[in-house]
């Protein structure tokens, strides 16, 4: 990229925009966002290794829409194995379903219907076959014991699974389309999909949408992707080979201070394993780190200290960088030293993405933006005004350090909670208008093609060399936000 007016400090994505270039990109649909470092990603999206952002239900969503989620360190390895197998037998196109028996109870439905966007339980009989789909609107006035088998009040839509099995490319998208007429035709926005009489999964209309625009995330056997973050201390090279038995496609080792000699102890024992998939390791701020760890065997540097919502550390040690000028140092390092960087931390809007982009992210991290979502791990509570939320929290912070260390000793586990850099608790509200991920990404995505598209960028590389950027001031920022109400 280039600058119109040449920085003379360092900068964060607030500071700058993005100005258009002459174009030959007819159309926002027609960019390719894949990502070129090796995962395989087919949108360069990652959603961060924090305890409240990413489980089982934000990897199997992630990776069916293209992008990537990692498994927080902090999970146990048992937990992080069975995770990983479940999602390596997850359907690359139907959702998985909350199902319930019609012998369980409207409360049980309830407590499970936050899980998913879509707000909707399927009933399934001892077989599996389907007897109906049960929504919030159907436990009006009803007992919160009645059984689910005594408030169904209509047949769903139920679809064969053979009507969609219909190969890739052009044939999978009409048989997408056909699908989706037929939920209109229906009248509805949500259908089981069965196979040999047994339910397989779920599909919604905008579901059938997007899996024409988005392309998931695979291994060689066509399934899933998931990535899994390792620690630098204790037995690294062992939970690493578990991990990679287990079947995760990308390792990221993971640590606040990433130019450190731990880490490269741990670099060490990962590649003494021959991995076989990409290896990240991070975090760090500077061209030096980064050439570093990418000598070590790196292939991915995670850029990034401070920038996070939940993150204190620049208040609590002044150390860090402002984001953008970090991720455009470490990225031009990187490139020349054969690898390529994760810009971690710090986006708030898409704007953000595509600046980390243009800045050379071959991806780029959302942890708090993404912990706002139905498919993150936390309980969906309400404040006083009938907001629903999340919880969040850093993980450096006293919370997550007490759960990281919950096997130690009382005097052990306490001394270390001293030592706090993070928020322990922050409330994430979901947007009532985008309350899942995939509806964040949908605004993400847009925003990326579209930006790509003023710069004539017809994939990522052509962005990182064609994106002009000029440094603005404060009240240049703030008139480029929109106005909610007149003034």
Not at 310 to 337: D, N, W, Y
């Amino acid at each position: 990229m280039r600058f119109l007016n040449e920085p003379t400090t360092d900068l964060t994505y607030s500071d700058l925009f993005l100005v258009p270039s002459r174009s030959d990109v007819i159309s926002r649909l027609d960019v390719d966002l894949a990502a070129d470092d090796g995962t395989g990603s087919s949108i360069p999206l990652v959603a961060a290794n924090m305890t409240a952002v990413t489980g089982k239900r934000m990897a199997e969503t992630m990776a069916r829409r293209g992008g990537l989620a990692v498994l927080p360190q902090d999970v146990p390895l048992d937990v992080l194995r069975d995770v990983t197998a479940w999602l390596k037998t997850r359907h690359p196109v139907l959702e998985t379903p909350v199902s319930l028996s019609p012998s369980d109870t409207v409360i049980d439905a309830l407590h499970l219907m936050g899980k998913r966007p879509h707000g909707a339980v399927v009933v399934v009989d001892g077989s599996g076959d389907v007897t109906g789909v049960v929504r919030g609107a159907d436990f009006e006035g009803q007992d919160r014991f009645a059984s689910l088998a005594s408030v169904i009040r209509h047949q769903p839509l139920v679809l064969e699974a053979e009507t969609l099995d219909a190969g890739t490319g052009a044939d999978s998208a009409q048989a997408l389309r056909r699908a989706f007429d037929t939920m209109d035709a229906a009248g509805t926005d949500y259908a089981p999909v069965q196979q040999g009489g047994a339910l397989m999964g779920v599909l919604t209309r905008k579901g059938a949408l997007r899996s024409t625009l988005y392309r998931p995330s695979l291994d060689a056997d066509g399934r899933l992707k998931v990535a899994a973050a390792v620690g630098i201390n204790g037995d690294v090279a062992g939970r690493a080979a578990q991990l990679l038995a287990a079947g995760v496609d990308v390792l990221v080792l993971d640590t606040a201070h990433g130019h450190q000699q731990k880490m490269f102890d741990a670099l060490a024992a990962v590649k003494s394993l021959s991995p076989g998939v990409p290896v990240v390791a991070g975090n760090v701020v500077t061209a030096e780190a980064t050439r570093e760890l990418i000598r070590a065997g790196a292939d991915i540097v995670k850029v990034g200290v401070g920038p996070g919502a939940m993150c204190t550390t620049r208040m609590m040690t002044a150390v860090g960088r402002p984001q953008f000028s970090a991720v455009l140092e470490c990225s031009a390092a990187a490139r020349e030293a054969g690898g390529r960087v994760w810009a971690d931390g710090g986006v708030r809007y898409p704007r953000d993405v595509a600046l980390a982009l243009a800045a050379g992210a071959s991806q780029v991290m959302i942890g708090s933006w993404f912990a706002g979502t139905h498919e993150s791990p936390g309980d969906l509570q309400l404040d006083a005004a009938g907001r629903q939320y999340k919880e969040s929290f850093g993980m450096a912070s006293a919370r997550a350090v007490q759960n990281r260390n919950q096997r130690e000793g009382a005097f052990e586990k306490d001394r270390k909670a001293l030592f706090e850099e993070g928020i322990s608790t922050s409330r994430m509200f979901l947007d009532p208008v985008r309350p899942g991920v995939e509806d964040l990404l949908d605004m993400i995505t847009a925003g990326l093609r579209s930006s790509m598209s003023y710069a004539g960028a017809a994939d990522l590389a052509a962005f990182r060399e064609r994106a002009v950027a000029g440094i603005q001031s404060a009240a240049g920022y703030e008139e480029g936000r929109p106005v909610p109400q007149s003034w």
